[in-house]
């Protein structure tokens, strides 16, 4: 299994800037970010492609960036303008297949995870 080593996240002000950063998705073709509230599924929050496609949630759509260096073997989520229902466990994910998708379940592997909180 490939190990994805998390980073970054912690406390952040309503209204602040929050970076994370992921590392050891090597070759696999679709990167992701997943976010995850107690007692709510995993949801997905933006979606990075091989192909054409980058897919961004409604919540985060407009403030929220995805992106990666294949030659740093890095992907990042960059969002901007947090609000206190950012608030989660972030998640990054990464699939052999090259198209979209927004179901967990397609992904054979994942980051361990990092608290956002966002105070108001």
């Known amino acids: 299994q490939v190990p994805l080593v998390q980073s970054g996240g912690g406390q952040v002000e309503a209204g602040g800037y929050l970076k994370l950063s992921c590392e050891g998705t090597?070759?696999?073709?679709?990167v992701a970010w997943f976010r995850q509230v107690a007692g709510k599924d995993r949801e997905v929050v933006a979606v990075?492609?091989?192909?054409?496609?980058?897919y961004y949630s409604d919540s985060v759509k407009g403030r929220c960036f995805i992106s990666r260096d294949l030659t740093k073997d890095t992907l990042w989520l960059d969002i901007t303008t947090v609000k206190p229902e950012d608030t989660a466990i972030y998640y990054c994910?990464?699939?052999?297949?090259?198209?979209?998708?927004?179901?967990?379940?397609?992904?054979?592997?994942w980051g361990q995870g990092t608290q956002v909180t966002v105070s108001s």
């Open positions: 994910a990464a699939r052999r297949e090259a198209d979209v998708s927004l179901k967990a379940d397609d992904y054979q592997y």
């Open positions: 990075l492609p091989w192909r054409k496609g980058i």
């Open positions: 090597g070759n696999q073709n679709t």
